[in-house]
């Protein structure tokens, strides 16, 4: 009876086609929300992820995220040094600044100061060495961060740095190496434009090193936002966190509970988590009603082949297993579609670098073919109520 039944689902192509399509887009919408929402979730410790060596992340106690922070005095760099089992210790600086371009535009930035010695955190940039470019007196790596559009300056001389006020509406271009930027007054050189990976939320990132980055934001009394510490050898991260934080008072945390707990945050906090709920949820909606409308169709149109069936003695349940078999065909091959579909969409946004927060992870298939095997077989329970209904004497009488 099932290979009957498959083949009465064949027989209506315009209708099985249907079928696939609806249940395809809906395998496709719900995992590449899953698939956004990973991206973006991932993008959003792009900061722990950029610097791999710290197996520890020091930070003020109330600091639960790499979005919201604020600093901590210098002494505790020292303090953590002090520390047994401490391998060795770099200061990271974050602080958003306004930055002026040579047109007179003005753009917020992430500014990063990192350790003038090791440079731990700063980004390499396509041409030049970084430890070369960075200690170049006022020296700068910038960054898009994910954004579009915000590094640009001026192409003319004459539209850069004009005594007769702002040039806005003037031919523009990306910025490069040898350009100038203007932050509290004092002149940075642009060494290099490297590729980070994309922020959540998308800004554009100035890196530094640690001592221009006291020496553009003079005002403020503390610098250090994170304290990055690598561990000796066969010490344990999990416990050097702990014996940091008894010692000092801090905060200390592995990366990777440092990552588990920015997720955590953005959780709670951002509103592109109910943005994601809501995508989820037209989907499955959209979904629902348009498999549905097109199974009950199906069935209904049907109903005398169900008659003939019914009449010669099949059982109600053999028809039942009948419409959920076809049911379940359509959901296993729309959901194959569908998931393939979404893959090579993410191969696209990564082979053509689009700053899209894009990653498709093992969770993200599985929820798209649970949600639409739970869509067909709910359409499958309502289309069988007209043949659960169904009289075979008045099928073929036209009753």
Not at 295 to 313: D, R
Not at 369 to 375: A, D, F, K, N
Request: glycine letters at 8%; a neutral charge.
């Amino acid at each position: 009876m099932l290979n009957i039944a498959i083949k009465m689902l064949w027989g209506d192509r315009t209708k099985f086609f249907g079928l696939l399509f609806g249940i395809s887009f809906t395998a496709f919408l719900v995992t590449f929300a899953l698939s956004f929402f990973a991206g973006f979730m991932t993008n959003s410790f792009a900061l722990i992820s950029e610097n791999p060596t710290a197996d520890v992340w020091v930070m003020d106690p109330a600091v639960q995220s790499t979005e919201m922070t604020i600093n901590m005095p210098e002494s505790v760099l020292s303090q953590v040094k002090s520390i047994d089992g401490v391998n060795y210790a770099t200061a990271l600086a974050i602080g958003d600044i306004s930055v002026r371009f040579p047109n007179g535009r003005f753009q917020t930035f992430q500014m990063i100061g990192v350790d003038d010695a090791t440079l731990t955190g700063a980004p390499k940039p396509p041409f030049g060495d970084v430890e070369t470019l960075l200690h170049i007196p006022d020296a700068v790596i910038v960054a898009s961060g994910g954004t579009e559009g915000k590094l640009q300056t001026p192409i003319y001389k004459r539209d850069q740095w004009a005594y007769d006020g702002a040039h806005l509406s003037v031919p523009m271009r990306s910025l490069k190496a040898g350009d100038e930027l203007l932050i509290n007054d004092k002149r940075v050189f642009v060494a290099g434009v490297s590729k980070t990976i994309p922020r959540f939320p998308p800004r554009p990132l100035i890196y530094t090193t640690f001592s221009t980055f006291k020496k553009i934001l003079p005002s403020e009394s503390r610098y250090i936002t994170f304290v990055l510490v690598s561990a000796k050898p066969g010490v344990s991260p999990k416990k050097l966190a702990q014996r940091i934080s008894t010692i000092t008072g801090f905060s200390a945390r592995t990366s990777d509970d440092f990552k588990k707990d920015t997720i955590k945050w953005y959780l709670i906090n951002s509103e592109d988590v109910g943005d994601m709920s809501a995508m989820l949820i037209l989907a499955m909606t959209v979904g629902f009603g348009f498999t549905g409308i097109m199974l009950y169709m199906f069935t209904y149109e049907n109903l005398q082949q169900y008659a003939v069936l019914k009449a010669i003695g099949t059982s109600d349940k053999t028809l039942l297993s009948m419409i959920f078999a076809q049911a379940s065909v359509t959901a296993f091959i729309g959901a194959g579609i569908g998931i393939g579909v979404c893959a090579l969409v993410g191969e696209l946004i990564v082979g053509f670098e689009i700053n899209y927060p894009f990653r498709l992870m093992w969770f993200a298939p599985l929820v798209g073919v649970v949600g639409v095997m739970i869509i067909s077989l709910t359409a499958a329970l309502i289309s069988m109520r007209p043949v659960l209904q169904l009289d075979p004497v008045r099928v073929f009488s036209g009753k």
